[in-house]
């Protein structure tokens, strides 16, 4: 069974089940401010999983583009991805664990024609960090009445069977996970699905939204229970197949076909994967209007991706412009399912070609190269010194060498230069996308044979763990409030956004659009169309219209109507694809009318005082406002 059957089948089961098929969203998350990237199906859906009335009904299904990238360090694995696409179907308050569950079963045992007895589950079996909640012995019933032995069935505990919060607080549950028994007994008999031996793959999950985590730690069943169900495309097409990895799949093929021709040296399976991989994420992470800016968080990761993979083609000889070739044969894969990704075609290509110069000439620059000599001749000179203040700089406080050593294992008894070297390494890596082989290259041309690769890459390791390890505090520190916390805090700042349009299409005319937005508790940011820096007098015109109509105390009103009907009577909307055959329509009195999936405040007054601190260019064409909301 190919991709595309499966998307088809998929749709055409839930829809028989009574879904509404709604357009996939942007990977530019429009009403959850706790991501990066649409992660799954469920951010766009964060307020409907709040409570607020979905136009298609209690009932949804879809294929989610995703973006994942705590797993980039994996990829070049036989199963990691960072984009995916994810089928999903949900319940917003209506259907639960029985239905979800048994329909789960029928689609892969009846319609995909998976073997019942090779089909392997994991339960929440309780956890001493859920206090109050123990083994869901719902689903586990339930999964023995569709005939699952005991044996198929596997308690695991928070880390493996649990969803959420995403930060400190909000909505939460158990879950249970369906895996397929490859039939692979090289990899032993006692390897059990959730670990990662290759025999068993993952290729559903189904989340009970049951409980809500309060501030103070405990958990108390939602009155909105939801449904939130996820399939990956790549791996069930996978296993479908009969493949133990996803690259082989007609998902990867084509790149895979030419990345192997243009290779020049040894052909390395994992770099060929990596840049796949990362080149198709990039496409289309650029066709939903993320720049590869570095000092940009959602544009840092865009860099790295095309960055990474330029790194791994080298590896394996590839000189030279190449990434726009690999591109292309996804644009043309998907142009059916994703027809914005052939009319940003120049505009992908460009943007990565774009990026390929900058790095490289950067990597080979004077500057770079005087600059790594510098780093490497101080390793020598202190080895421990270098060694602890790069560590101390990542971490944020004091590390000795003798703790390092302690906690990454390191066997050497001494700070060495070239482990000294191997931290300088990664902190170049880091701070400028300077692959490991550069500098060690250059380090190994500098020590003349005295230098020890084993050793730095010791300590490289060792910093790169440290330097993730902050990265993941740093995006919880950021995200720590949880998605309850943020949409409710968000929701003045979202209506502040319709206001901000109509006040910029009066001033500079109707031939501005919004084209992006994020909205956090702490500022609105917001992307339009327009050629010309604003004036200071336009600025504040604008801010000044904002805050009349806020005076004013206008009601916010919405109505749910077909594309068509919103058009009629006047609407507007950000990405008109993404809108599915029923939508809200939000009116602000008779000032604005948008196509928003909300939520918003019931009048103007309770946005508060409106202040624009910053309005500057985003690229051609494009500008951005930055501003923040006072009660």
Avoid at 241 to 255: C, P, R
Avoid at 323 to 352: Q, R, V
Avoid at 420 to 432: E, P, Y
Avoid at 453 to 481: D, P
Wanted: aromatic content about 8%; proline content about 4%; glycine content about 8%.
């Amino acid at each position: 069974m190919t991709a595309k059957e499966l998307r088809k089948k998929y749709l055409e089961f839930f829809e028989k089940k009574g879904h509404a098929i709604i357009p996939s969203a942007s990977l530019i998350p429009e009403h959850d401010p706790t991501v990066l990237f649409t992660t799954a199906g469920m951010h766009p859906l964060v307020p409907h999983l709040l409570g607020e009335p979905h136009p298609a009904g209690r009932r949804l299904a879809n294929v989610q583009k995703s973006m994942r990238t705590d797993d980039i360090d994996d990829v070049g694995d036989p199963w990691h991805n960072t984009f995916f696409e994810m089928l999903g179907n949900w319940s917003l308050g209506d259907y639960w664990k029985k239905e979800a569950i048994e329909w789960s079963f029928e689609f892969l045992t009846q319609e995909l024609k998976l073997d019942p007895k090779r089909i392997y589950v994991t339960v929440f079996g309780s956890d001493p960090e859920i206090p109050g909640v123990g083994e869901d012995e719902e689903t586990i019933q339930i999964w023995k009445d569709l005939g699952i032995a005991e044996n198929r069935i596997f308690r695991l505990g928070k880390k493996d069977n649990w969803w959420g919060p995403v930060g400190q607080a909000g909505p939460c549950g158990p879950d249970t996970e369906m895996f397929y028994d490859t039939g692979r007994v090289e990899h032993g008999e006692k390897c059990h699905p959730g670990e990662t031996c290759g025999k068993y793959a993952e290729i559903w999950n189904d989340v009970f939204m049951e409980f809500n985590k309060t501030a103070d730690g405990t958990y108390v069943p939602l009155k909105q229970k939801n449904v939130d169900t996820g399939m990956g495309i790549e791996r069930t097409t996978a296993v479908l197949q009969g493949k133990d990895n996803v690259y082989d799949t007609e998902l990867f093929q084509e790149a895979m076909k030419r990345i192997k021709n243009k290779a020049t040296e040894e052909f390395n399976l994992k770099d060929a994967r990596i840049i796949a991989d990362h080149l198709r994420a990039a496409t289309f992470l650029i066709a939903d209007g993320v720049e590869p800016i570095s000092a940009n968080d959602r544009g840092s990761v865009l860099v790295r991706l095309i960055t990474r993979s330029i790194t791994s083609a080298r590896k394996i000889g590839i000189e030279g412009s190449f990434a726009s070739w690999i591109t292309d044969s996804y644009i043309n894969f998907y142009k059916d399912e994703y027809p914005e990704l052939l009319k940003k075609k120049d505009l992908i290509n460009n943007k990565i070609s774009q990026e390929e110069k900058k790095y490289l000439s950067r990597v080979h620059s004077p500057v770079t190269k005087k600059l790594e000599q510098e780093e490497i001749s101080k390793a020598q000179a202190d080895p421990r010194g270098t060694i602890e203040s790069k560590a101390s700089n990542v971490s944020g406080s004091p590390v000795r060498w003798e703790d390092l050593k302690q906690q990454h294992e390191i066997t050497m008894s001494s700070p060495t230069p070239s482990a000294a070297i191997g931290t300088v390494s990664a902190d170049l890596k880091f701070t400028r996308g300077i692959p490991q082989e550069e500098t060690f290259g250059t380090a190994d041309a500098i020590l003349k044979g005295d230098f020890n690769k084993e050793e730095a890459e010791a300590t490289f390791n060792a910093m790169t763990a440290l330097h993730r390890q902050a990265s993941k505090q740093k995006e919880e520190k950021r995200f720590a409030g949880g998605l309850a916390d943020h949409t409710e805090v968000t929701i003045r700042g979202h209506t502040a956004t319709h206001l901000l349009h109509q006040a910029l299409r009066d001033e500079l005319g109707n031939q501005v659009y919004q084209t992006g937005s994020n909205i956090t508790p702490e500022r609105i940011r917001f992307d339009f169309s327009y050629g010309e820096k604003l004036t200071k007098e336009q600025i504040k015109r604008v801010e000044e219209v904002v805050n009349q109509k806020t005076k004013e105390d206008l009601p916010v009103k919405k109505e749910i109507m077909s594309v068509e009907e919103g058009k009629k009577a006047g609407a507007i909307g950000l990405f008109e694809e993404k809108y599915g055959e029923r939508v809200s329509v939000y009116s602000i009195d008779n000032y604005s009318k948008e196509f928003c999936g909300g939520p918003h405040v019931e009048h103007t007054a309770q946005v508060g005082k409106f202040k624009i601190i910053k309005e500057e260019a985003l690229g051609a064409g494009q500008r951005r406002i930055r501003a923040i909301l006072n009660n």
